[in-house]
């Protein structure tokens, strides 16, 4: 599992009236998720520790570099419903011809777009559960961060940072983490990991 | 010095510290106010410099749908019809509508694009590609987020979906230039599909537009010159990244 704690450094991401900012709180929520995956037995590597801001492209390098990765990137919404949690996939992207049995770096999710589509639902329908208001199923969306990486990917974004306080946040945190922990484990047995390592720069 | 002259200059001193406070605030607020006047003239003088594209009386006046955010809470997108007189000519009726959405509804709240944001400049090409090109503030005034972003940019596509039929697809620049995400999440390096709808080319069957909640086109669109031919296929939804560029 690759966890992405989104934005850093120079980048703070949205920003809350009470100081509030979400490069900061996914980093904290990223320790979370990772504790929970790994009780259930999968090994996580972090695209960030700390306050560094990766590119979108070193990013994605993290998760390209395994074999059989699964990608989580962390955001913190600046707008909707106070205490849900939404799921993107990345939008439909032009197929890649598989001629050379290379993927395009620019397109690299498009072979694992149905595979995307099928975690970020487990997902979502566990936050469902967790988070009354949050939508059933995920939805798609072009996440840039997603494009470039060629592996099973989603985004999972926590509204808001308009919340009156930071521990309104840190109380969902737990839900979060598990709903991740729990939509892993139930999409581990559909994935087929392919032969090949993902897409070559 | 005098006792009496002492007691003169203290009395002064006291008068003029109580005045001092008093036309302290009264004066920052002037000066606030003062400030807040030349920048909404700024922002005025930069709206007519950026916007030339009066809307003509003379023009039909047609029900134009812009899509305008339903519910601040829930974060998802309905037509508001307005009636404006609008052109026939594709770039300028583009321009008008976007103005219109740019220039937000009533209630401030449901706004999808910052107050601050203007249209620059947009073009058509003859494949039915439009790019559109925003001052900065669209990227820097947004509230960063994935849903955010998608609202800001879906109200874009689906107003000139809704509005427009020649446009197919639309590519979005930042003052001109290309430009990685909106704000950190949406992808602006792709362009975006508008509209789903292809125009039917000789021989050719036209693909089912995939869209089942299309809103209809107003009358005097569909009496606009005919759209160019484009090549899109049928599962394309309004809004969704299109073709990528060529990238390095």
Request: proline content about 8%; glycine content about 8%; overall charge neutral.
């Amino acid at each position: 599992m690759v966890l992405d704690p989104a934005h850093g450094g120079t980048d703070p991401g949205a920003r809350g009236t009470g100081g509030i900012r979400e490069s900061e709180i996914v980093l904290d929520f990223a320790v979370q998720v990772r504790r929970a995956l790994e009780l259930q037995g999968f090994q996580v590597v972090q695209t960030r520790q700390g306050n560094e801001n990766p590119s979108f492209d070193d990013r994605s390098a993290t998760a390209n570099a395994q074999r059989g990765a699964v990608f989580v990137t962390l955001h913190i919404s600046s707008t909707g419903l106070p205490g849900t949690a939404r799921v993107y996939v990345n939008s439909d992207l032009p197929p890649v011809g598989n001629a050379s049995g290379l993927i395009p770096w620019d397109r690299a999710q498009a072979p694992f777009l149905g595979l995307s589509k099928a975690f970020g639902d487990l997902v979502q329908g566990f936050l469902a559960q967790r988070f009354k208001g949050s939508p059933d199923t995920s939805q798609s969306a072009s996440v840039r961060q997603l494009r470039t990486t060629a592996a099973p990917a989603i985004a999972v974004e926590i509204s808001s940072v308009t919340v009156e306080g930071r521990a309104d946040l840190d109380r969902m945190a737990p839900g979060v983490a598990d709903a991740i922990a729990r939509g892993a484990a139930a999409f581990k047995p559909s994935y087929i990991v392919p032969s090949a390592p993902g897409a070559l720069p | 010095m005098t006792p009496s002259w002492k007691s003169w200059l203290i009395g002064g001193l006291v008068v003029a510290v109580f005045g001092a406070a008093i036309y302290f605030p009264i004066l920052r607020r002037r000066v606030k106010r003062a400030a807040r006047l030349q920048q909404q003239s700024e922002e005025q003088a930069r709206r007519e410099l950026t916007q030339p594209i009066a809307i003509n009386p003379g023009d039909p006046r047609v029900k134009t749908k812009v899509f305008w955010v339903s519910d601040a809470i829930d974060s998802t997108l309905a037509p508001v019809t307005v009636e404006l007189p609008l052109s026939n000519d594709p770039v300028l009726r583009s321009k008008q509508v976007l103005n219109t959405l740019l220039a937000g509804p009533v209630d401030a709240e449901l706004r999808t694009l910052p107050p601050d944001a203007s249209l620059l400049a947009f073009y058509l090409l003859p494949d039915g590609t439009a790019i559109a090109d925003f001052s900065e503030a669209l990227a820097t005034s947004i509230p960063s987020g994935i849903v955010s972003e998608q609202l800001a940019v879906n109200s874009i596509t689906r107003t000139l979906e809704a509005n427009v039929p020649q446009v197919q697809r639309l590519k979005i620049l930042i003052h001109g230039q290309e430009v990685e995400t909106l704000a950190g999440h949406l992808d602006l390096t792709g362009t975006f599909v508008v509209n789903t709808k292809v125009a039917q080319e000789p021989g050719k069957p036209t693909p089912t537009a995939s869209s089942t909640d299309k809103p209809a086109l107003p009358a005097a669109a569909e009496k606009t010159p005919t759209p160019v031919l484009a090549t899109l296929t049928a599962d394309e939804a309004p809004g969704k990244l299109g073709q990528t560029e060529s990238r390095p």
